[in-house]
């Protein structure tokens, strides 16, 4: 079975730091583009970051840009986000997904999934 | 940045209803847009990839359309487990970026 576990959540107060991970299992971790997507309580989804099969490419929301870093180990089949400088407004739950896609005549197509459980950040004093 | 609009926000509606969700892109995006279900208290569900090709396991009844900048989400008869927030997602570019959401209730 596919699956994704996020772990590493918590309360942390502004300024502070936390890092997220994310533990695949049932497919080939290295294989896929992985992503962090978020939604504040009671708001809609924000994606966060993407990275690469080997971690050489990382895309970021420019409101996380410079705070956040994406890294993988696919050793380990494990995602991880390493949030620094955190805002009140970094308060949510992050979802982390692996990106799958398609490529009908050339053309890739992605989609999230699947997706972890989530993991709630509370960010405040 | 790309921007998403969906509309409308919400809307109450009734089991057996036809019901049409819009998204506009604020620049072409040609048909690089996915939609998903999302249900209270759980991880979002992916329906549709390329604008209108269902993903496995997705009932007929949800159906996609549109290029551009203009999408629609239809569900040709609602049924109970089909209450929930739709949202679309754009993946042309970076950032990529989700509409604000479309929550059906059951009126």
């Known amino acids: 079975e596919v699956q994704l576990v996020e772990s590493g959540g918590g309360l942390v107060q502004p300024g502070g730091s936390l890092r997220l991970s994310c533990a695949a299992s049932?497919?080939?971790?290295?294989?896929?583009?992985m992503s962090w997507v978020r939604q504040a309580p009671g708001k809609g989804l924000e994606w966060v970051a993407n990275i690469k099969l080997d971690g050489s490419d990382k895309y970021y929301v420019d409101s996380v840009k410079g705070r956040f870093t994406i890294s993988r180990d696919n050793a380990k089949n494990s995602l991880y986000l390493q949030m620094n400088s955190l805002r009140a407004e970094d308060t949510a739950v992050y979802y982390c997904?692996?990106?799958?896609?398609?490529?009908?005549?050339?053309?890739?197509?992605?989609?999230?999934?699947?997706w972890g459980q989530g993991t709630l950040v509370t960010v405040s004093s | 940045d790309i921007q998403m609009t969906q509309s409308p926000s919400s809307l109450s509606t009734s089991v057996g209803d036809r019901v049409t969700i819009t998204c506009r892109a604020s620049q072409d995006i040609r048909n690089d847009l996915v939609w998903y279900q999302q249900k209270p208290g759980k991880a979002p569900k992916r329906l549709m990839y390329a604008a209108s090709s269902l993903l496995s396991g997705v009932p007929s009844r949800f159906s996609g359309s549109g290029s551009g900048t203009e999408f629609t989400l239809t569900i040709s008869s609602l049924q109970p487990e089909d209450f929930a927030t739709y949202y679309c997602l754009q993946h042309n570019s970076y950032p990529w970026t989700f509409g604000q959401g479309t929550k059906v209730e059951i009126k």
């Open positions: 049932g497919f080939t971790f290295s294989s896929y583009w």
């Open positions: 997904a692996r990106i799958g896609g398609v490529a009908p005549a050339g053309r890739w197509y992605s989609w999230f999934d699947p």
